[in-house]
């Protein structure tokens, strides 16, 4: 029980370090930190007791994954800090930012594949708990739930819905489909949660996480699309900066972020460890 505690402790203090870092726009450290706090998550989750057996493992699996990504993360960063070299121009120039720009594109689509698996892991572990009968708690994350994934629709549709569909959609699909898990995920954990609010607090969190990972990718491979087809009434230059903002998504500093994603990983995780402590209503 000791060990069990001290892990969770370890992960809250490391989420705080980690949070701590972004704010001092240590993107490294933040990632480092970032990926103790999952790995002492895991271990306390884990280490949880046989009356949480049936959400324990969908749990660990989810939160392994997302240390995976962490891990990915951390790699990828440290490979662009140690790259060096200078601007090329022309037409050698532009096809080499184009070719770089697209790797990373990659990278962050290989990161959101594994962040749905990881999400997928969260949401079974959601779905395992028994429903605890508090049907005004349940109605209201639905509706929240409801909202959110209008809001999420409307503005991605307002935002990119100039950009072919198709290749939009073969572009963020692995966020996408994670974004739609973290937001059914939220819809259940009314009916699901104990009395504590941190089961839904947890998945609310993990949703705009979600929500806004999608987002941010959507926006990186909308610039380099437009860059890519200068003939699809985009007239695009190397040295023009292309705008990547995110309208009609909230813009908030990196560790907000942080803390939005570590903060809902954890509270998901213990939320739902102490939902699993209740009798079924039923």
Known sequence: MRLSLGLLL????SGLFSVSAALLAMPGAALQYGLAMLIALLGYVAMGGRDVRRVR???VAGIGLLAVVAAMKLFWHQEQVGEAGGLTYGQVGRTAMLARWREMIDQERLATLGLLLGVSGLAAGVLALPAHGRRWRGIATTVLALLLLAWFGLSF???FGRYPLLDLLGAVWPALLGALLAIGALALSGWRADRHWLL???TLLLSLWVTRTCSDLATAWSGWWMVANPDDHAFLEV??????STEGF????RAVEAAITLAGTGLVAVGALRSSHEPDAG
């Open 157 to 159: 549709a307002r935002r």
């Open 239 to 244: 040295g023009v900066r292309v705008s990547t």
């Open 10 to 13: 370890a992960s809250v203090v």
């Open 250 to 253: 909230p813009q908030v500093s």
């Open 57 to 59: 493992w969908p749990l």
């Open 200 to 202: 839904p607090v947890g």
